[in-house]
């Protein structure tokens, strides 16, 4: 069956249950991050560190469509291409969004580009790039996988919000991602559990998961050492 | 003493994966993780079964 491994689950839910223990502790960091975000500082860290990740998103999809047209004889690669055309029309000027949400918090367009990402913001996204060019662009999925299944609600980030008590206007990308990453996580897992992966590809998917969970949880402590230190 | 043995061998002990699923690549990204990362591991592990698809707060 098309999506089903031999043990008789899919793909991605393979996925799901050989890293459950690493995606519970990114959830329970993000918990701490969630009690903290009464600190308006927290917040807007939150939002700016976002905005660093998401500048990366669109020429991380056109990497993972450079490399995978130099790949011959491997029937993944061309529904990965066709995936990715799709995903980055849908993922193209979402960092100029937060920019604006940003400028609406007090956080100017040169302090937005002139910070040098921290250390962590570099390992997340200059991992996918080794990953892409250097093994194989199919990884990739286990990025977007980890970050567009694992999204807020509404509720949440109306929580956020009333807890920050900063301009809802600063939070509406994130509110915007609450709606729109519903089907893009829905995208995601039936475009993984349609490829034909070898166990090769699988793995490749599954470090880049690995990857993505340890480096966002270490992100998101980060975020949360923005609050005041007697907190 | 904990501090010799390695990290899947800990989290083996803490209930939070069972070490005879695993193949090398995960052993050895496993072995990679900082000991600050495995003791929030294993401290977190009670609560693993309920936190799945929960937000981890990089957004795309």
Redesign the interface.
């Known amino acids: 069956m098309i999506g089903k491994t031999n043990k008789g689950i899919t793909h991605f839910e393979r996925l799901q249950a050989n890293l459950s223990f690493l995606s519970a502790r990114a959830a329970d960091i993000n918990n701490q991050f969630t009690q903290l975000a009464t600190h308006p500082a927290v917040c807007i860290e939150h939002i700016f560190i976002n905005q660093m990740v998401a500048r990366a998103t669109v020429p991380l999809m056109e990497e993972v469509i450079n490399c995978a047209n130099t790949i011959d004889n491997d029937p993944v690669c061309a529904p990965l291409i066709k995936y990715m055309e799709k995903h980055i029309a849908e993922e193209t000027d979402h960092d100029q969004w937060y920019v604006n949400d940003l400028e609406k918090l007090g956080v100017s367009r040169e302090e937005i580009f002139s910070r040098i990402p921290p250390s962590n913001v570099s390992a997340l996204v200059g991992s996918q790039y080794y990953l892409i060019r250097h093994h194989h662009p199919i990884a990739f999925l286990g990025y977007i996988a980890c970050l567009e299944v694992n999204h807020p609600t509404v509720e949440y980030v109306e929580s956020l919000i009333e807890k920050s008590g900063l301009p809802a206007e600063g939070f509406s990308t994130i509110l915007e991602h609450a709606v729109i990453d519903s089907q893009h996580g829905q995208d995601i897992i039936n475009t993984i559990n349609s490829l034909p992966l070898t166990e090769k590809h699988f793995r490749a998917i599954e470090m880049s998961a690995f990857q993505t969970y340890r480096y966002v949880a270490l992100v998101m402590e980060d975020v949360c050492r923005a609050a005041p230190k007697n907190t | 003493m904990s501090d010799t043995k390695t990290n899947v061998e800990q989290?083996h002990e803490a209930g939070?994966?069972d070490k005879d699923r695993l193949?090398e690549?995960?052993v050895n990204?496993i072995n990679q993780?900082s000991q600050e990362?495995v003791d929030?591991?294993k401290s977190?592990?009670k609560?693993?079964?309920n936190?799945?698809?929960?937000?981890?707060?990089?957004?795309?």
Do not use: P, R, T, W
């Open positions: 989290l939070a994966l193949h690549d995960h990204a993780l990362e929030h591991l977190i592990n609560k693993i079964q936190q799945s698809g929960q937000s981890v707060g990089i957004i795309l």
